[in-house]
């Protein structure tokens, strides 16, 4: 019923989640019922997002209207890819120093792709993360409303073209900031850490409409320059 009402990404989110309260029943010794889920095919396609701009990220990262520990979390969504469900399962025992640099080494049964995929963090965000956490101090389903707060007090809107836009927009701000700066396709779908190349491609290369005009006006202006 709801691959009829939903997109793939919302779907396979759902069955995750399942997936996981089944291995906590699992552990607690009772009977895990989502052994044997089926993955169906949504059939909505996704629309585009709303989304956040490099200015906006700025604010919410850097505004001292903001308490300190949600503007670290901010920046850790928005420059990393984590999404707000696995942040709130993060802790600073996650925080591993490689060589020089630092890791997030997120337990595989903690991450949507249920693989140990690690994520390189630099010293500023493997600090923030190591003074303040946890940083999510709320439950998952109420960190909209922290961040709308947040928006409020650093100015900026809370609806982008009538959609209010959700902690999970600052993930697709990263991912297409990633193809903005013009990485490959596939370099991108393991930062994103997707297991698809294809939910790379249809979530996160598509155009809004104002960037689509401007992409075309430059287009224009750039061949009759050359001609």
Same mark, same amino acid.
């Given at each position: 019923?709801?691959?009829?009402? =939903?997109?793939?990404?919302?779907?396979?989110?759902? !069955?995750?989640?399942?997936?996981?309260?089944?291995?906590?029943?699992?552990?607690?010794?009772?009977?895990?019922?989502?052994?044997?889920? =089926?993955?169906?095919?949504?059939?909505?396609?996704?629309?585009?997002?709303?989304?956040?701009?490099?200015?906006?990220? *700025?604010?919410?990262?850097?505004?001292? =209207?903001?308490?300190?520990? +949600?503007?670290?979390?901010?920046?850790?969504? =928005?420059?990393?890819?984590?999404?707000?469900?696995?942040? $709130?399962?993060?802790?600073?025992?996650?925080?591993?120093?490689?060589?020089?640099?630092?890791?997030?080494?997120?337990?595989?049964?903690?991450? *949507?792709?249920?693989?140990?995929?690690?994520?390189?963090?630099?010293?500023?965000?493997?600090?923030?993360?190591?003074?303040?956490?946890?940083?999510?101090?709320?439950?998952?389903?109420?960190?909209?409303?922290?961040?709308?707060?947040?928006?409020?007090?650093?100015? !900026?809107?809370?609806?982008?073209?009538?959609? *209010? +836009?959700?902690?999970?927009?600052?993930? $697709?701000?990263?991912?297409?900031?990633?193809?903005?700066?013009?990485?490959?396709?596939?370099?991108?779908?393991?930062?994103?850490?997707?297991?698809?190349?294809?939910?790379? !491609?249809?979530?996160?290369?598509?155009?809004? $409409?104002?960037?689509?005009?401007?992409?075309?006006?430059?287009?224009?202006?750039?061949?009759?320059?050359?001609?």
């Amino acid at each position: 019923d709801l691959a009829e009402r =939903a997109t793939q990404s919302t779907v396979d989110d759902v !069955l995750n989640r399942l997936r996981i309260f089944g291995k906590w029943k699992e552990e607690e010794g009772s009977e895990n019922p989502f052994t044997n889920l =089926a993955r169906p095919r949504a059939s909505k396609v996704a629309r585009d997002r709303a989304t956040f701009t490099a200015k906006e990220v *700025k604010i919410l990262t850097t505004s001292k =209207a903001i308490p300190e520990h +949600r503007r670290i979390l901010w920046g850790i969504l =928005a420059w990393t890819g984590l999404r707000p469900i696995e942040a $709130s399962r993060m802790t600073a025992q996650h925080i591993v120093q490689s060589g020089t640099g630092w890791e997030l080494r997120l337990p595989a049964e903690f991450q *949507k792709s249920r693989r140990p995929d690690i994520i390189e963090l630099d010293s500023a965000e493997a600090r923030g993360i190591r003074n303040h956490s946890p940083l999510v101090r709320c439950s998952v389903d109420h960190l909209g409303r922290f961040l709308e707060k947040d928006m409020e007090a650093g100015g !900026l809107k809370i609806k982008q073209a009538g959609t *209010k +836009r959700t902690p999970y927009d600052l993930r $697709s701000f990263f991912v297409s900031e990633l193809f903005r700066q013009g990485l490959d396709p596939e370099t991108v779908r393991a930062l994103a850490r997707h297991r698809r190349i294809e939910t790379t !491609l249809n979530h996160y290369t598509r155009f809004r $409409s104002n960037e689509a005009g401007a992409a075309r006006k430059l287009a224009k202006a750039k061949s009759l320059s050359a001609s």
